[in-house]
Structures are given as C-alpha cells and as structure tokens.
C-alpha cells in the first residue's frame, strides 16, 4: 500500500515557465513533508520541506503548499531553468511506525526545455 | 563543508556471501540512516541508527543488520546475498537526538553504493 504517492511520473515545462508537481499522501499521522531532486547517478539532493502546522514555506524559486484536508503538497518552481531538469522526490514523515525514516513517492522526471 | 561520504561506489557479490558497505555523516550529524533502491520500488527505509543505537528499522529480513560507530559513521551488512539484493544503498545523516526531533530534520544523502549480485 503506498502512503505517498506522486501521480505524474514526468512533466514537460518551457523554460521561465512555472513548474508545479503534485504529491497525495494517505497517512493522517505524518507531520512533516520533504521534497527531493536527484539527478543521475547523484544521491536525492535536500530542496525544501513544510512541518503540517504551516501551509506554504518558500525558499527562492521553490514554494511548498501543504493542504492537509487533501491530503495533497504540491512544490512550484518559479521560474524554471534547465538546470531544474531531474527527479523530484516527495517523501513524508511521522506517522505510526515511521520515526526518524521518509516514506518516498516513485518520483516525476522534470524535463525543463529551453 | 564535507558531505554524506559511502564507499565502496560499486560492489560485486555473488550469491551467499556478505557485503559491507560503509557511511560517513556530515560533521555533526548523529543520525544515520539506510535506504535501499531497487530497481521499479523507489526509495525504501532499511535502518536508522542515532548515537550508536538501532532505532527503527524497515521491513527487511534479520540478514540485512548494521551499526553506528563512536565517530557517527555506519556500516551497513548483508549476509547471504541472495539476487534481489542488486540495488543502490543510499545513506543519510541528519541532526539526532529525540526521536521527535529527528522527525523534523531533512536527511542528507550521499552518492550511494551500487551492489551487484551475479
């Protein structure tokens, strides 16, 4: 059964264009939310996470929202470059059982064109 | 600022033997923790180790064990290598402490080790 999930294995975006990709969870019980970029043969590379008691965290051209009703987070990339062009990984934390490990989403492969 | 360090970068095993793959924190970082990519499963959580003690562990067989030295490096054992066990083995480290602390701070990865099984 997978509690994170990311619907969209690959997305296409024109380059100064805003990226948006998409992450549903099932388990109430995580508190804290992560987003990860892994380029080939690199390990997952930390971009931006969001505690449950905000909404949105932004860090320069990335912005996480969290709507916790949903079920749902969602990273925007404003504007997006070609060097933006990798794996995004969504991945969750703090449920029952799950201290101090991420469950991960299988990924969307961003592909940014000039 | 050094980061999260795993060696070897490939391993080639056959069936039956042990392999032992290593982990270097981030200086500071007291938590470690495993992950195994297998090829079409995603990232799945194998071990997480803070100031020398097994904390949690995924759902993976007793042969997969390990351990977390006084310096905060980890090493990571597999006994009887069977073919399924082919995949990337990423490492993390992230500050420690309590486990709700741990909760609420972004894992680091290295590079990984790629083990093989012929």
């Known amino acids: 059964d997978q509690q994170v999930k990311q619907n969209s294995p690959s997305l296409s975006v024109q380059e100064g264009r805003i990226s948006i990709l998409n992450c549903d969870y099932t388990?109430?019980?995580?508190?804290?939310f992560l987003w990860y970029k892994k380029y080939p043969a690199e390990g997952p590379t930390f971009l931006i996470s969001?505690?449950?008691?905000?909404d949105k965290n932004e860090d320069g051209r990335f912005t996480v929202f969290l709507n916790k009703s949903a079920k749902h987070l969602s990273l925007h990339i404003v504007p997006s470059q070609p060097g933006d062009s990798a794996v995004y990984f969504c991945?969750?934390?703090?449920?029952?059982?799950?201290?101090?490990?991420?469950?991960f989403g299988k990924g969307t492969k961003l592909s940014v064109k000039p | 600022e050094a980061g999260v360090t795993q060696s070897p970068t490939h391993l080639i095993k056959t069936r039956g033997q042990q392999a032992t793959l290593r982990c270097s924190p981030i200086?500071?970082?007291?938590?470690v923790y495993w992950y195994q990519q297998a090829l079409g499963l995603g990232l799945q959580f194998l071990l997480w180790?803070?100031?020398?003690?097994?904390?949690n562990r995924g759902n993976f067989p007793p042969r997969f064990s390990g351990r977390q030295f006084p310096n905060y490096s980890s090493e990571l054992n597999v006994n009887a290598l069977e073919l399924e066990d082919s995949a990337l083995y990423l490492c993390?480290?992230?500050?420690?402490?309590?486990?709700?602390?741990?909760?609420?701070?972004?894992?680091?990865f290295g590079d990984g080790t790629r083990l093989s099984i012929l």
């Open positions: 180790y803070d100031e020398g003690e097994e904390r």
């Open positions: 969001i505690s449950s008691i905000k």
């Open positions: 200086s500071g970082h007291t938590s």
């Open positions: 991945a969750a934390s703090g449920g029952g059982g799950s201290q101090g490990n991420l469950i």
């Open positions: 993390a480290s992230s500050l420690g402490g309590w486990v709700w602390e741990a909760n609420n701070q972004p894992q680091h």
């Open positions: 388990n109430s019980m995580f508190d804290y």
